[in-house]
């Protein structure tokens, strides 16, 4: 389920089970709330995050229960002002993947409260892209 360029969305009360790929993707949205889902997806299901969240701001995430098999909720550039609280999940909340093709990527402002993980080494976890100095050589002197 995707929302795109929204404002004031509310999602509460839905439940998605056994998505083939993400199960909810807010892109562009201002003012979000989400609240009270059930994602479940078994944990050997690759690429299957509950909720991918990018170029959002004010997003409300709370008292959700999220198992997928991958993250399980994934903040991505252009992303800020974020609270959680009260989600019990796994695997794991990951900022990003930032970075890639030797971009700049921004995420700030995120806030996570009172959750609990389970079937995780890593709670939440900030994924980069190893970037690489490139000399040019009109710059060597």
Same mark, same amino acid.
């Given at each position: 389920m995707g929302f795109y360029k929204w404002n004031n969305l509310v999602l509460r009360g839905l439940s998605f089970i056994n998505s083939q790929r993400n199960h909810i993707s807010v892109s562009g949205c201002t003012g979000v709330i989400i609240s009270k889902l059930t994602i479940t997806t078994p944990a050997s299901s690759p690429s299957t995050d509950g909720i991918d969240i990018s170029h959002s701001t004010n997003v409300q995430i709370y008292y959700s229960t999220i198992e997928t098999g991958d993250d399980y909720i994934a903040l991505g550039d252009g992303t800020?002002?974020?609270?959680? %609280?009260?989600?019990?999940?796994?695997?794991?909340?990951?900022?990003?993947?930032?970075?890639? &093709?030797?971009? %700049?990527?921004?995420?700030?402002?995120?806030?996570?409260?009172?959750?609990?993980? #389970?079937? #995780?080494? &890593?709670? #939440?976890?900030? %994924? #980069?892209?190893?970037s690489v100095w490139i000399c040019q050589e009109d710059h060597i002197q």
């Open positions: 800020s002002q974020v609270y959680i %609280k009260g989600v019990a999940c796994g695997p794991a909340m990951v900022i990003g993947s930032l970075g890639a &093709n030797y971009t %700049k990527a921004q995420v700030e402002e995120i806030r996570v409260d009172g959750c609990s993980f #389970t079937g #995780t080494q &890593n709670g #939440t976890r900030i %994924k #980069t892209w190893q």
